[in-house]
């Protein structure tokens, strides 16, 4: 069900991380914005966070995603869902940054050594006597922009920004009568019989009048109109066109290679198999205790017969993701796994069994199995590797000189890309059938909302005037202008007669649906032996048996201190639905380690709510605020507009 030890795969911890975890990994973090032009977005303790602001920190949010998940399709992080989600994040980021410096929260400089140490990036630059590589650390960082002093004061603010919310996070206590009785009524099942008022089945029976659908027509206009569509032509400023024009010398590959040889070569990773005991932090401490002494038992099991590690784990481990092949967890690095089992896995020889190892999922008894050292490769090998790299680093620092050139140029000559075009040696790219909106299988600035909109504006589509530049990515700027504009009109009937019949049958098979359907249920309410339903069927969270969330939700919602009842369901688009709940079933009494689990998730769920009231309260101590609306959440049931 769960691997209790890979970070982040908890569904429960999902909140709680985005309220804990800081939003930087070696990357400059701005305490103290300073204000900038554009409409203010949302305040915090008086400070405002600007448009821009908000622009560029998701555009780091989408490069963060992009880069861990590459498939990740990148439409879904343009969304105004997304965009707000950023913001949300931001304001949070300022909460939490006040909170700590009204509460004078501090971090020793033993913290900060520990969590400086406890980095995998600082790590890797480690000589082979454990010193630290201080001119590899300066590159590192010099590369984001940041100097040592910088950076360790960064972390020393983020450090103490933790402390704000970890004191509830870390002090949840939930009972496990409570959490028994919230699982059972989650996890119940009711008996239930449905009769169906399908859309489709009353569209089918209507036959519309010319007149019907020319009415339909005239009062939905919107509904079908070709939308507005530009040629374009546009430039683009980016890492990859900057790296074409660079060379570099053998002379330098060779000094990088023999700063980085090791590095570059790959990292470390163990071996390990694991038996834990669970007991998450916001348990008992009876409860953890115990858990404690049997980890210790089972210790001093293994320590006698090493070799009966695996089988001691089948039959005893309560990671159900790794108990089956005797607690192995494979190969991995530093970062993968929680500090606490990190640190005792690297400190390991192959073959040592590890005292009990304490973590936030409970207790573990580790056996390191094996070590993979990678191999250091020759000049030669990485020599292409090496000299992507070092063009890589030349790029970007000709595109931090280059970019303000760029953007300099698109607005002094505003009729025109070719100037700046041929200044910086950039090629004028054209496009036809462009839409405000990102078609589909549309990539790089055509995929762009906010290069779309700086497009359509007023000044572009009016004027044919060079657009701003716009940052459409880590290192990418572009600039378009529109050649030719047609704008939105809407279609002659005669091309859409068709589609405009079938929205006037979805209209109208719904509504006879739903009046058909609101009938049955108060004529069976009346007279509740005449009601025409299906056979019996269970339902519950876990097994929705294929139904429509809405038909599921009432189902589990319904009142059952009166059985059986009746309720009705609309189904939007789809139709009508009646329900008769007849009985409410027990769900099945899980395994002991299954409710074990079930109880540990609870308790994480309570603190999580904990800790999010807690945030409120701060929001509303320093008078947080957004102010730009939320992005309307489009209902499952709602009918969906077709456009041509």
């Known amino acids: 069900m769960f691997d209790f030890i890979r970070k982040h795969t908890k569904w429960t911890m999902a909140l709680l991380f985005l309220l804990i975890v800081p939003s930087f990994i070696l990357v400059g973090m701005n305490s103290n914005p300073s204000a900038e032009k554009g409409r203010v977005v949302a305040k915090v303790d008086g400070t405002e966070i600007s448009q821009p602001e908000w622009d560029r920190e998701h555009l780091k949010e989408v490069d963060r995603l992009r880069a861990s998940m590459p498939t990740l399709d990148a439409k879904l992080l343009d969304t105004p869902e997304a965009r707000y989600a950023t913001l949300e994040r931001m304001v949070r980021d300022r909460v939490v940054a006040v909170a700590a410096e009204k509460l004078k929260l501090s971090t020793s400089d033993q913290h900060l050594a520990r969590e400086l140490q406890s980095s995998p990036e600082i790590a890797a630059l480690r000589r082979a006597d454990g010193s630290l590589d201080m001119e590899r650390y300066r590159q590192l960082l010099g590369a984001q922009g940041l100097s040592p002093e910088m950076f360790e004061a960064n972390v020393r603010s983020d450090l103490s920004r933790r402390q704000v919310l970890a004191g509830v996070a870390n002090s949840g206590l939930t009972s496990s009568v409570a959490a028994d009785l ?13 009769a169906r008022f399908n859309a489709a089945d009353y569209a089918a029976k209507l036959i519309p009048s010319e007149s019907d659908i020319e009415q339909f027509y005239k009062a939905n206009e919107n509904l079908f109109q070709a939308p507005e569509q530009a040629s374009i032509e546009y430039v683009l400023l980016d890492l990859d066109t900057l790296t074409k024009g660079i060379t570099v010398n053998e002379a330098d590959l060779k000094t990088y290679y023999e700063q980085n040889a090791k590095h570059l070569s790959g990292t470390e990773e163990r071996r390990a198999s694991h038996i834990l005991i669970t007991a998450p932090v916001s348990a008992p401490a009876a409860q953890r205790e115990e858990a404690k002494a049997k980890a210790e038992a089972l210790l001093a099991s293994v320590r006698k017969a090493p070799d009966t590690f695996a089988d001691v784990a089948r039959k005893n481990s309560q990671d159900p993701g790794s108990a089956p092949s005797g607690g192995d967890l494979d190969f991995f690095g530093r970062g993968a796994m929680v500090k606490p089992f990190e640190d005792a896995v690297f400190s390991m020889q192959k073959g040592d069994i590890s005292d009990v190892v304490a973590s936030d999922f409970g207790y573990h008894i580790i056996k390191l199995t094996d ?19 070092l063009k890589k680093q030349q790029a970007q620092k000709k595109f931090s000189e280059t970019a303000e050139a760029f953007s300099n140029g698109v607005y002094e000559q505003s009729d025109s890309l070719k100037p700046v075009a041929d200044r910086l040696k950039l090629e004028i790219k054209t496009a036809g059938n462009v839409l405000r909106q990102p078609a589909a299988g549309a990539t790089g600035p055509l995929a762009n909302t906010k290069f779309l909109n700086a497009l359509f504006s007023p000044d572009s589509t009016e004027k044919k005037r060079n657009t701003e530049a716009v940052e459409v990515g880590s290192n990418q700027l572009v600039s378009g202008r529109i050649v030719q504009y047609t704008p939105a009109q809407t279609l002659p009937l005669t091309e859409v007669r068709g589609i405009v019949r079938q929205r006037w049958l979805a209209k109208h098979g719904a509504e006879e649906a739903r009046k058909d359907g609101v009938a049955k249920l108060a004529a069976w309410k009346a007279a509740p032996a005449a009601a025409a339903l299906a056979l019996p069927i269970l339902v519950s969270r876990e097994q929705n048996q294929q139904l429509p969330a809405p038909l599921v939700d009432a189902a589990l919602r319904g009142d059952s201190n009166v059985l059986p009842f009746f309720t ?44 999010l009231a807690y945030y409120n309260g701060l929001k509303d101590r320093f008078k947080a605020e957004i102010l730009v609306a939320k992005p309307a959440v489009v209902q499952p049931n709602a009918e969906a507009v077709q456009s041509r």
């Open 568 to 611: 009705g369901v609309d189904l939007g688009s789809q139709g009508y639905a009646i329900i008769k709940v007849n009985k409410v079933v027990p769900r099945d009494q899980p395994a002991d380690a299954t409710a074990l689990q079930e109880r540990n998730q609870y308790s994480q769920q309570w603190t999580s709510a904990e800790t």
């Open 182 to 194: 919230a699982l059972n009524a989650f996890f119940e099942k009711r008996e239930i019989q449905l």
């Open 371 to 389: 070590i993979k050292v990678p191999k250091q490769r020759s000049f030669e090998e990485m020599k292409p590797t090496l000299e992507a790299d």
